[in-house]
């Protein structure tokens, strides 16, 4: 059989399996056929399969056995094997939440594919392209690549995956509130796998947990009951660890909504559980923070936080300030990649015109034919870089919007310590009320009922003070519940000093368990005749906490400069006008160069140093009070001297 051939025959059987379900049994026939073989091409191609079939169940292994194929592959000089290889470690890669790496990954695989003009890997990586954007909640640009690859699909005549992408397709309409359009497509897939004699004609847990979510949408969640448990069944068989944890986490969310707490919280604790054995981060925070409300819900604020730290760690993996940056310069390479090839292009185009113009007067005709062609070209192509900018905004909103989440982390030591106060004192008054009682019970004893009613007193004064902590502790953990939840966008009447106060301390203790050596003066000077203000308490509580942050962050820096000659100070005052309450945040700090000021309120601009700042937390807040809340973020500054944020919020 000639090298040709074999490879070709080599290509057709990786392409059919890439995507195909294995079980444990046939994962350890491969990994014996490839204990035995010696050729190069057979063991690139069970590696593949390996990688493939542990994609789901183990992404360690998955990607020990990609790196693998890709070794051979590069050996071997296989450019189409490469992007597939490439393809599909993006695609492993994705499932452990690291979006930044899964998406180089499929630009590469995408670049290679083109060059060799192969539409099924073009359709693959479009597929996972399309997936990272529906990680990134940008659900019209998932679904416009999702419907590029159906069609390729479709060309090539690979059902399987056509009909993955309708799943895909329904998926990101259920996303979208959009009930009769997700179920549609939810139940083409499902039809279409029912008619197929092969059980891994499409990846079943997954269309079971997707059908489930579009019944739960259209309101039947005895359906979506039935259809999660089946999945569950179905990814147990399959050893599918990464659907199975959907199945788990969707079912247990449906037991919540259905007020069954005790089955929500063992589906919860199986989500996590299958969710960690393959790196599967989303499914690990999402489960968690269902555990932390549900705790919460039943008074048990310890294991509450537990979990709600839990996920404050899976979410910072996800999302944190690196991932961030790594996101963002991939997205920026890319688009430069694009400019230079245009340019490149437009170079080109360009000498034609100009050695076409030297040929004379002879070929005036076709001289004017190419430079109207070129003009119809450019116009295509301006149109198009127009749309990528457009793409790319986007995608930058998206990250802007994970922000959010991003202080969450820096906040919990400040938590933690917030915490801490309230329990000393219920701990401390506890002991006291012990030794008063048995004072109280010896007095008795000795009938001095006035000595005895006087200790009953302090008892009584000690268990009021008691309660009072007890209270401050419940409600410092109702905060920290409320900032590491998404924003629904309802407003609620707020308190709006109760709101201040809070995101100080918080702010503030969580910058002194970085540094024990920092201290600084805080003042509060409180319009106590302010009203209840109807805002997004989770979203102006984010902007005020960023603002003390950054003044801390200033006078801190200051102090570290001047040293003990300087006493760092930060004041926040709350007023009130016919038609508006301010908050003002003031410091002493280094100040804002009168050069920067105007920028500050940009995406991306930041005057802190590489890797302590993103840029996002001044442009977020800016966002959340002038179209949020219709209202204003003003700052007045001297270099050297202080900086004073100014929020108005309209009554």
Known sequence: MSKKIFIVLIAGLLSLSLEAQVSVEQLSQLKQQLAKTGHDSIRMNLAFQLASGYRFSDIDSSLFYTDMGLSIANKLELPSFQAQGLSLKGATLLEGGRLPESLQFQFEAMSISEKLKDTTITAFALNR???????????????????????????????????????????????????????????????????????????????????????????????????????????????????????????????????????????????????????????????????????????????????????????????????????????????????????????????????????????????????????????????????????????????????????????????????????????????????????????????????????????????????????????????????????????????????????????YHGLRAKDKTFNAKTETVFDDSLPKVNIVPQDIGRVVLNLFTNAFYSVMQKKKRLGDAFEPVVTVRTSKTARAVSISIRDNGNGIPQTVIDKIFQPFFTTKPVGEGTGLGLSMSYEIISKGHGGELKVDSKEGEYAEFTIILPI
């Not at 990846?203 to 259209?218: D, H, Q, S």
């Not at 069944?233 to 909504?257: G, H, P, Q, V």
């Not at 295509?380 to 986007?394: C, F, I, M, Q, Y």
Request: aromatic share 8%; net charge neutral.
């Open 129 to 507: 392209i399309g997936n990272t954007y529906m990680e990134l909640a940008d659900y019209p640009k998932a679904n416009e690549y999702y419907f590029q690859s159906k069609r390729l699909f479709e060309l090539t005549g690979n059902a399987g995956m056509y009909y993955n992408e309708m799943s895909n397709i329904g998926n990101i309409y259920e996303l979208m509130n959009m009930p009769d359009s997700a179920l549609y497509y939810q139940q083409q897939t499902y039809e279409a796998a029912l008619k197929s004699p092969k059980r891994n004609f499409i990846t079943t847990p997954e269309m079971m947990f997707r059908l489930g979510n579009a019944w739960k949408l259209k309101g039947d969640k005895e359906k979506a009951l039935q259809f999660y448990k089946q999945g569950i069944t179905d990814a147990i068989i399959d050893n599918d660890i990464r659907n199975l944890t959907m199945n788990n986490l969707f079912l247990a969310k449906l037991y919540s909504e259905m007020n069954r707490p005790d089955s929500s919280m063992k589906y919860a604790y199986q989500a996590i559980q299958t969710g960690k054995k393959v790196s599967f981060r989303k499914g690990v925070y999402d489960a968690s923070i269902l555990l932390s409300e549900l705790f919460h819900r039943q008074g048990r604020n310890d294991s509450a936080y537990e979990y709600l730290f839990r996920a404050a760690a899976e979410k910072d993996s996800l999302t944190g300030t690196q991932r961030f940056q790594a996101l963002q310069r991939i997205l920026m390479d890319e688009q430069e990649h694009q400019r230079k090839a245009e340019a490149k292009r437009v170079a080109t185009q360009n000498k034609q015109k100009q050695l076409a113009l030297f040929a004379g007067l002879g070929l005036f005709l076709i001289v004017a034919a190419i430079l109207y062609r070129n003009n119809r070209q450019k116009q295509r192509t301006n149109k198009t870089l127009e749309t990528t900018l457009a793409d790319l905004k986007s995608t930058q909103s998206q990250l802007i919007q994970s922000e959010k989440m991003a202080s969450l982390g820096e906040l919990t030591a400040g938590i933690a310590h917030e915490i801490q106060n309230p329990l000393n004192f219920v701990n401390n008054f506890s002991e006291v009320n012990t030794e008063l009682i048995d004072e109280m019970g010896q007095e008795l004893d000795k009938g001095n009922l006035e000595d005895a009613k006087a200790l009953a007193k302090d008892i009584k004064e000690n268990e009021q003070k008691i309660n009072h902590h007890g209270k401050r502790a419940d409600s410092i953990v109702k905060g920290m519940l409320q900032h590491s939840r998404n924003s629904n966008g309802q407003k609620e009447l707020t308190d709006i000093n109760a709101l201040t106060d809070e995101c100080m301390r918080l702010s």
